[in-house]
């Protein structure tokens, strides 16, 4: 069995961002025409009327300012809410594969290796924008990587899940090192018109690299010390968007075929699941939660990654101790704890340990122990 490190992380962050205000500003622009189109049949109860959002209500129940997105117009656009990605011809790279390219370069130069030490490539993400061929062997053809690519979807989880992946395969020697990439365009999942979440997600990539520790040459050295994975079946948050969809008419265009959660039950079920198997994590591997001297947690909502780490340390995390980037990123499902590793790394000395960790919907919950060398 080999040794694994992660030698390399990347992040491709889109041009545009919206603030809470701007993306609230359209919301209540369609909220006013909806209600004034509506106006009649909300008179008679046939219709209940739309309320506003709120900025500060944002701010305030997850933490988020602003969000980075791959197209602005198409979104604040409040006849449409939805991003405009124009089809591409399959001569060109998809736009997935394009933000995947653009995180994985970083990657692989923060790492010190070019595509030919590179075996094998995992995109794994939230949503995959086309049924095959798989983004991964897209990624792997854009990169002039050879070996095997495939695709993988644990949700906000799928980046845990694919270090997991990618390291069982370092350590039994199937390949030298892995490229996985996490390209999010949770925008084109979003239901801009629903005010109980059109403000939680952003879009970005993020990429890995994790390779054999006696190849590895980078300055960016993090052992893999061992990985723990769970998962339990909720339907608190769902996406029912599928091949199926066509063959049920009656559930086309249904607000189902976006996201939709109970944000509340999740908060309140995630929140001990997760402190408990970090510490579970932890315990296995004889390591003790005041060691740990980062956890870099999924960011979908300030408060429950305060409660978190509160639980696991028994006093308030500062913000060194758990970075926090949702505030300008929002959630961006699967890229959002490396978003905070990949900025938060270098500060950290020799020997430090630190937690990885995702939670979301299936529920899905990966814990990475990491050790910087
Ligand atoms: N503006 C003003 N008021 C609002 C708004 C708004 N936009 N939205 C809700 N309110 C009101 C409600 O009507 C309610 O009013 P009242 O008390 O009068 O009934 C009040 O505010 C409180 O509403 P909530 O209880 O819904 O608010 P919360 O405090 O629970 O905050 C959150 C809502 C922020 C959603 C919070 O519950 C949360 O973050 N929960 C955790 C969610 C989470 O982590 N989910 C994980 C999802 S990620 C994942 O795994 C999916 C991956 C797939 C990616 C999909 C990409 C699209």
């Known amino acids: 069995m080999h040794n694994v490190v992660i030698s390399g992380t990347g992040l491709f962050t889109p041009a545009n961002s919206i603030s809470n205000e701007e993306l609230v500003e359209s919301f209540n ?6 209600n004034s189109d509506n106006a009649a049949a909300i008179e008679r109860g046939e219709v209940q009327a739309l309320t506003e959002s709120n900025a500060a209500f944002i701010e305030k129940a997850s933490g988020i300012k602003s969000r980075f997105v791959m197209d602005k117009d198409g979104i604040l656009d409040p006849q449409r809410m939805t991003p405009r990605l124009p089809e591409r011809s ?20 923060r790492a010190g290796k070019t595509a030919a030490d590179i075996d094998g490539v995992i995109v794994a993400c939230s949503n995959l924008q086309r049924a095959y061929p798989a983004i991964a062997i897209e990624v792997q053809a854009a990169l002039g ?22 390291c069982n395969s370092v350590q039994l020697g199937q390949a030298r090192a892995i490229l996985m990439v ?37 300055k960016h050295q993090f052992e893999i010390v061992s990985t723990k994975l769970l998962t ?28 939709v ?43 429950m990654n305060h409660l978190i780490v509160k639980k ?59 050790r910087k060398r």
């Open 29 to 34: 622009a369609y909220v006013h025409q909806f």
């Open 90 to 109: 399959n001569d060109e790279w998809s736009v997935l594969c394009q933000m995947a390219v653009a995180a994985a370069e970083q990657a692989l130069q």
């Open 145 to 166: 990587i050879q070996g095997f690519g495939f695709d993988m979807n644990v949700a906000c989880s799928s980046a845990t899940f694919g270090i997991q992946a990618a």
């Open 182 to 218: 996490n390209p999010e365009v949770c925008t084109g999942h979003l239901n801009f018109r629903d005010r109980d979440s059109h403000f939680i997600f952003g879009d970005a990539a993020t990429a890995v690299i994790i390779e054999r520790a006696d190849l590895a040459t980078s």
């Open 232 to 259: 339990q079946f909720s339907n608190n948050i769902r996406n029912n968007f599928g091949f199926l969809n066509r063959a049920a008419e009656e559930g086309i265009g249904a607000r189902d075929k976006l996201f």
């Open 261 to 303: 959660q109970e944000g509340r039950k999740v908060f309140r079920d995630v929140c001990p699941m997760v402190a408990e198997l970090i510490a579970a994590h932890l315990e296995e591997n004889q390591l003790n939660v005041s060691d740990v001297k980062r956890f870099w947690l999924h960011q979908a909502n300030l408060s």
């Open 312 to 370: 696991l340390l028994g006093r308030e995390a500062s913000v060194e101790e758990a970075p926090v980037i949702l505030d300008t990123y929002a959630n961006t499902s699967s890229a959002g704890s490396v978003i905070a590793f990949h900025k938060y790394q270098d500060d950290l000395a020799s020997g430090s340990l630190a937690v990885l960790s995702s939670f979301g919907a299936g529920y899905s919950i990966g814990s990475v122990l990491l």
